[in-house]
């Protein structure tokens, strides 16, 4: 899932200071599950903030609403007579949410009350491990289900560095290194015969805004294009 932060409060209240009516949008997806987003931390923020401005020179208010998903038109279209009433929209969903809210109400400013930090796991309650970063091109099949692209501190696909010790990233001696890892998953498999592919460098620079239709809805887009 992805895994979102709440911004620090300052922060927040800087970019809501030359606005006098506000709606806090929370999302019941992916942030609701790692408490950054959802109508609980919508209601605990709306409370900070109201304190916060207590006593300024610019009267401030701020209500809240929390939708399914922020990522999806349906749930956005519950907010197309609220949001008239307000100056501005503050977003507690993850950065794709927050991007959709604002295409959806254009002449709304809308302001981020999270920083989306990554995709990953529910390790435990409160814990929370990055482990994908979304590279477009999975090869977990042939490296034993751990991903290189994100475990690896350079990201290397063939292997690892010079630097490993102990099993261990040189980068620190508290990260596991993601190549030993393989390998030894792979071992323990009987699949190291896979480990022998080269791949060829990855061209990050090259990646532009991605898009996603499935098989059996393309027909569909290609029309309305």
Request: include cysteine; charged fraction near 25%.
């Amino acid at each position: 899932m992805v895994i979102a932060e709440i911004k620090p409060l300052d922060e927040i209240k800087s970019m809501l200071k030359d606005y006098g009516r506000v709606l806090n949008v929370g999302c019941g997806g992916c942030v609701a599950v790692c408490l950054a987003g959802g109508q609980k931390e919508v209601d605990n923020l709306n409370l900070r903030l109201s304190l916060s401005f207590k006593g300024e020179a610019v009267p401030f208010s701020i209500d809240g609403y929390t939708v399914e998903r922020q990522c999806e038109v349906p749930f956005l279209a519950e907010l197309d007579r609220m949001v008239k009433s307000y100056d501005a929209l503050l977003s507690m969903a993850c950065g794709a949410g927050i991007q959709f809210l604002a295409e959806r109400f254009p002449d709304k400013p809308v302001f981020p009350a999270v920083n989306t930090t990554f995709v990953g796991v529910n390790k435990d309650v409160g814990w929370y491990e990055e482990r994908c970063k979304c590279c477009g091109d999975c090869v977990l099949d042939m490296t034993g289900g751990i991903c290189p692209v994100t475990m690896c501190a350079k990201s290397l696909f063939n292997g690892p560095c010079g630097g490993p010790k102990d099993g261990h990233c040189e980068v620190s001696n508290d990260i596991p290194c993601a190549w030993v890892n393989i390998y030894e998953r792979l071992k323990a498999q009987g699949r190291l015969d896979g480990i022998h592919k080269i791949y060829a460098p990855r061209e990050w620079r090259d990646q532009v805004q991605r898009s996603s239709v499935l098989e059996e809805y393309r027909d569909r887009y290609t029309k309305q294009s």
